[in-house]
């Protein structure tokens, strides 16, 4: 049964706004993953948190976007109805103008109600700053890519019930009667095909490269230490580069991913020419309402295998000056980055060097948020905040210069961003970190490391190899 009358539907249709309309079922006997096998369409997704908490009540399934939208330097691809059309421009833009409508939110109180799902790169910030790019894209896919869904699946961890929602355009053709009937078939796939599907054994790795070997990367570190020694910057993070050839099957990889390393931001989405998959545990920016927030995350120690060592791991993090000073420098980068789209003296710390702790690492988390000036919205945000400190360094453009001359290849996806613009005005985008990009079997893999000015060149290429290698194990 529709969550809406038909007195309702006809008088919001009249009203010329977009508004969602949906039908909720028990889903106890369901999950986001079984659910995902039974949607019909290309161009699936999942969105899932897989910590407990306040952020993991949700997970989003959908498939079969009205309107694909690809960045390409200048250049935006746009797909729709079966037909292509390119124009020049900023592909923010492009999305913000389709994004913003008049939209009736009063009936669903979700963070996501529909609207625009991908990906920002790391070189999409090239369109607002002067940073020419001089490395090669070996990877070929575009620098920013998001597809708009209007009918999408919403899972319930707290009330254990399934929503399948369907957002009504003024100009849509479809009925109260085609609506409810298009609700329901897709209630009876999910429902009446629950099959168990087993997760077959990894494949064999074929090969895996990296694009620096040991001496060229510690090469890499004396030189940002120079840079840092010189006064040009505080801190700088260099990464590195491992492709994997494999045979596992995309969504495989997704469910190994969600059950060794579990995270605040879990997803899977298909391009069809590729697939993004990742288990980040970074906030990039949010915007829920007018309240926007990041989460700077630095500081890292493994986890104990006891209650006591956790304890004792969590008070030696705390008390090592080093990470303590790296991390109070990124809090301040985020504070700068809130503090140009808040209004003034709206800027706090909601957190301050807490640890939390996740299934195989702890880490030093602070919590910026601030409320977001009158004729700004989500975009302005990301802008703002695009590429995160923690990926980057500090001064951040100063950093990202460095970065390009010391890196040999585009960073692509790698320290962008992963989420949604909402139709409701919501954003939600993470750090595109412990994060792998599959094409034609194909994977790509990247890890960065904060260099400081006595950071030790041997220790900093392990820590980044170790780091991408930990995601290797899922494929």
């Known amino acids: 049964m529709l969550n809406l009358s038909r007195e309702k539907f006809a008088e919001l249709k009249d009203k010329k706004v977009v508004f969602p309309i949906y039908v909720e079922i028990n889903g106890d006997e369901l999950t986001p993953v079984s659910i995902f096998y039974n949607l019909k369409g290309k161009n699936r997704f999942l969105l899932e948190s897989a910590e407990s908490g306040k952020e993991g ?32 421009g900023k592909v923010l833009d492009y999305i913000k103008e389709n994004i913003e ?21 790391y070189d999409i910030i090239r369109q607002y700053e002067n940073l020419p790019s001089k490395n090669i894209d070996e990877i070929g896919i575009p620098d920013a890519y998001f597809m708009f869904y209007k009918e999408f ?5 707290f009330k254990h019930t399934v929503s399948v929602i369907y957002n009504v355009f003024s100009d849509d053709d479809e009925t109260y009667d085609s609506i409810e009937k298009k609700l329901n078939l897709m209630i009876e796939n999910i429902k009446n095909n629950v099959k168990s599907h087993e997760l077959p054994p990894k494949s064999d790795v074929v090969s895996v490269e990296s694009n620096f070997t040991l001496k060229e990367f510690c090469n890499i570190v004396e030189k940002a230490k120079e840079y840092i020694k010189n006064g040009d910057i ?5 990464s590195q580069r491992l492709k994997i050839e494999t045979k596992s099957k995309p969504f495989d990889i997704y469910r190994r991913l969600r059950s060794t390393n579990p995270s605040p931001y879990m997803f899977y ?3 069809e020419d590729f697939q993004l998959i990742g288990s980040s545990p970074e906030s990039l920016v949010s915007v829920f309402g007018d309240k926007v927030t990041t989460n700077p995350i630095a500081g890292t120690r493994r986890r104990g295998k006891c209650e006591e060592e956790d304890l004792k791991l969590k008070e030696e993090l705390l008390n090592d000056e080093k990470e303590r000073a790296e991390h109070v420098m990124l809090v301040d980068l985020g504070r700068n980055d809130i503090g140009k789209v808040s209004e003034f003296g709206s800027v706090k710390l909601d957190r301050f060097m807490e640890v939390d702790f996740y299934s195989h690492v702890m880490h030093i988390v602070s919590k910026v948020s601030g409320i977001l000036k009158k004729g700004f919205t989500a975009f302005d945000a990301l802008i703002a905040c695009l590429p995160a400190g923690t990926v980057s360094g500090a001064p951040k453009i100063r950093a990202m210069e460095i970065i390009d001359e010391l890196e040999n290849v585009s960073r692509s996806f790698y320290a962008g961003s992963v989420g949604y613009f909402s139709f409701n005005g919501n954003m939600d985008m993470c750090i595109a970190i412990r994060t792998l990009l599959l094409k034609n ?9 904060g260099i400081v000015y006595d950071s030790n060149p041997e220790s900093e290429y392990y820590e980044t190899l170790n780091k991408a290698m930990a995601l290797k194990e899922v494929l």
């Open 269 to 271: 989405i298909d391009f």
């Open 441 to 449: 079997g194909m994977a790509f893999i990247q890890a960065g490391c």
């Open 57 to 88: 009540r949700y997970s989003f399934i959908g498939s079969g976007p009205y309107l694909k939208v690809k960045s390409y330097g200048n250049l935006i691809e746009i797909e729709k109805e079966q037909r292509t059309i390119k124009q020049h």
């Open 101 to 121: 409508q008049d939209y009736d939110k009063n009936n669903l109180k979700l963070p996501f109600t529909g609207g625009a799902l991908g990906y920002a790169g």
């Open 234 to 238: 505080f801190q700088v993070v260099p």
């Open 153 to 157: 699946i919403c899972y319930d961890h």
